[in-house]
């Protein structure tokens, strides 16, 4: 494989409008804080489970996230667009914003647990692909 069909693959894989870029960020934080909490705690063996729980909490969001938006999404009219685009960005709307993150954190450090190794699979299933 020449070094142009390897940027090109790169670019299909994690370009502007690919879905690997989207699962790659997560993987790549989990592992970031699982290996940074677990040099931290000194390299002991007891603390790589909580390492690995703490760690696949951005997995977690990113599946949280996944699901509102396959489910829950709904294109927004060019008028509702505009109107926002007026409004600009308010205190309610970061207290709303605040709280949405506030409800998904300690839901995703559970669902983190399981989904680390799903998204690992989607990752690998999409650079087969």
Known sequence: ?????????????FGP????RYLLKPILLSLIL???????TGLQF???IPAY??????SGYHL???????WFYREESLEWRIA??????????????LLKVAIKIP????????????????LIKEIRN
Do not use: H, Q, W
């Not at 409008?17 to 690997?20: I, L």
């Not at 729980?53 to 951005?58: A, D, E, N, T």
């Not at 949280?64 to 396959?70: A, C, E, G, H, Q």
């Open 84 to 97: 926002v685009a007026m409004r600009g960005g308010s205190v309610i709307d970061l207290f709303f914003f």
């Open 53 to 58: 729980i703490f760690g696949s909490i951005p």
């Open 64 to 70: 949280i996230n996944r699901f509102l938006y396959k």
């Open 46 to 48: 007891k603390f790589i």
């Open 17 to 20: 409008e690919a879905y690997g």
């Open 34 to 40: 699982f290996f940074t909490l677990f040099f931290i």
């Open 1 to 13: 494989m020449n070094l142009e069909m390897k940027g090109e693959f790169m670019y299909r894989l």
């Open 107 to 122: 839901i995703s450090f559970f669902i983190g647990i399981f989904s680390f190794p799903y998204i690992c699979y989607e």
